[in-house]
């Protein structure tokens, strides 16, 4: 077996440990006695528990803020249907990577100091970015002139990384219909007018 795919059956074992258990609770025993395969193999990947928790936190986030990238960077789409795409990106990463999304959001408070110091300006930037399309979107004439873009993004990333705790991808919803209600919230409110 190639090392990536000794690493990646670790990882993929792991998350599902984690999201199953929890980080505290799952040992290094406890992985490589899932996967048949002894502590120094762990070791030959990760030089600790805490490691493989933040390579997830790494992944997790990053294939986030590029997908959000290649989002913002088409200039054919306008801010709602950015913000859409947006929305619909976050659900149905949680929809097809449940596991990761709730080890990357349960358990980031197991990283220390120096991996969150890594972590948290991704994350921030995520957020940034969604304030800032917001922001365009007033300036455009597309969202209300009066909105605080900061607490409209906080309330946009509520609804949608609160879903990783209830969403399933094979329920009677797909992760389409639930952004489609998301953003009709979003973007029209729930009142009539």
């Not at 986030?64 to 619909?88: R, S």
């Not at 929809?95 to 959001?105: C, D, N, P, R, T």
């Not at 948290?120 to 957020?127: A, L, N």
């Not at 300036?139 to 705790?165: C, H, P, R």
């Amino acid at each position: 077996m190639g090392l990536l795919v000794v690493k990646g059956k670790i990882t993929e074992q792991s998350i599902r440990l984690f999201e199953k258990h929890g980080f505290s609770e799952t040992s290094v025993q406890d992985i490589v006695d899932s996967l048949g395969v002894t502590k120094g193999t762990f070791y030959y990947y990760f030089s600790s528990k805490e490691e493989l928790l933040m390579d997830i936190h790494h992944k997790y986030i990053n294939d986030l803020v590029e997908n959000q990238q290649k989002i913002l960077d088409n200039q054919e789409k306008d801010c709602k249907t950015k913000l859409t795409e947006i929305v619909f990106m976050l659900i149905g990463h949680i929809g097809e990577q449940g596991a990761s999304a709730k080890v990357f959001f349960r358990e980031i408070e197991n990283l220390s100091e120096d991996h969150l110091a890594a972590i948290i300006p991704k994350r921030d930037q995520f957020r940034l970015n969604i304030e800032q399309l917001i922001r365009e979107g007033i300036s455009g004439g597309e969202f209300k002139s009066d909105l605080n873009a900061s607490i409209v993004a906080l309330g946009i990333l509520g609804i949608t990384n609160w879903s990783y705790q209830w969403f399933k991808p094979t329920g009677s919803m797909s992760a389409h219909e639930v952004s489609g209600i998301f953003v009709d919230m979003i973007l029209n409110g729930i009142a009539l007018d």
